[in-house]
Structure formats: structure tokens, C-alpha cells
């Protein structure tokens, strides 16, 4: 049964890493699906998002992460995904995520959406926030992994 847990990860933070650690407290295997959301001004391209979070997750051996470039739907279709799993912060969140996932069953009934809410240390958690700190040197080492922070302080340096 493939389980995927998409987003655009840009960058990926402990607040996701929480949902895939309790993920995989419920499924044998996990896939990051990175997405190539054009309608978000991403800090990295989704080449970066990639090897960034395949070197995050290197040492969970029933993690994959691969890319995607089209309609989630279409690729839960093209794959037999069977559950997508997905974070949940705040009323927001679900409203947003609601409304996802009742078009995507609308158009493809033959998968479940699992919603998994955040750890209470990560509530306030987002990569937007995590950028805008990082773009002017704050202190992000308590919200993302230490190569995630290394990457996001080499990326505002180059700018």
C-alpha cells in the first residue's frame, strides 16, 4: 500500500519531520512527495527541496522522497496511493486542507486522506516563518534539522 505524505517542503522543518515520525507509527512505509507548486514563491528549486530532504531523511530506511510536477489526484491515481497524509496546525490549516481533499475525492474516491495535528511545540511552525527568520540571521536551529539550517543561511547569503 503506497502512503504518501506530500507538500512543497521549502524548506523541510521538524514540525513535518513530527508528522512523519507519527506517520510511521501507523504505516510500515512513507513517501515525501515534493511537490512543484508554481503557485508558491519558493525559496529553493525543487531539485534542492529534494536532496535536501533525502539527506535529512537518509537514515529512515522505510522513508522515500520523491518529486512530482503534476495534480496530486493524478498521481495518487497513476501510483494506487492509498493514503495521503497531511499536517494539521490550526483551524486554517484544516479549512485548507479540507477543501483539498474533498475536490481531490471528488474527482478520485479511492484513497483516504489522514490528517495528523501538529505536536504543540510545532503549532506555530511554518517554512514561511522559518525563511523570513533566516533571512535576517535569527536563530532557527530549534525548528529545523542542523543541514536545513546550514542550507538556509548559504542561500540568503548568495542573495
Not at 58 to 69: A, E, G
Not at 86 to 108: H, I
Not at 132 to 143: C, R, V
Request: proline residues 3%; glycine residues 2%.
Amino acid at each position: 500500500m503506497e502512503v504518501i505524505y506530500p507538500g512543497t517542503f521549502d524548506p523541510i522543518t521538524n514540525g513535518h519531520l513530527d508528522i512523519l515520525e507519527r506517520s510511521l507509527k501507523v504505516f510500515d512505509n512513507v513517501t515525501i512527495l515534493i511537490s512543484n507548486n508554481t503557485s508558491k514563491n519558493n525559496l529553493f528549486t525543487p531539485k534542492e527541496r529534494l536532496k535536501m530532504a533525502k539527506d535529512v531523511l537518509k537514515d529512515y530506511k522505510n522513508v522515500k522522497v520523491k518529486l512530482y510536477n503534476e495534480l496530486l489526484v493524478d498521481y495518487i491515481k497513476k501510483h494506487n496511493v492509498k493514503v495521503v497524509i497531511r499536517g494539521l496546525r490550526a483551524v486554517s490549516d484544516f479549512e485548507y486542507e479540507f477543501q483539498m481533499a474533498m475536490t481531490n475525492r471528488r474527482m478520485n474516491s479511492d484513497y483516504e486522506s489522514m490528517f495528523f495535528i501538529t505536536d504543540m511545540k510545532y503549532i506555530y511552525l511554518s517554512s514561511s516563518i522559518v525563511k523570513e527568520l533566516a533571512a535576517f540571521n535569527g536563530d532557527i536551529s530549534f525548528m529545523v534539522p542542523s543541514l536545513i539550517e546550514k542550507k538556509l543561511k548559504e542561500k540568503f547569503n548568495d542573495i
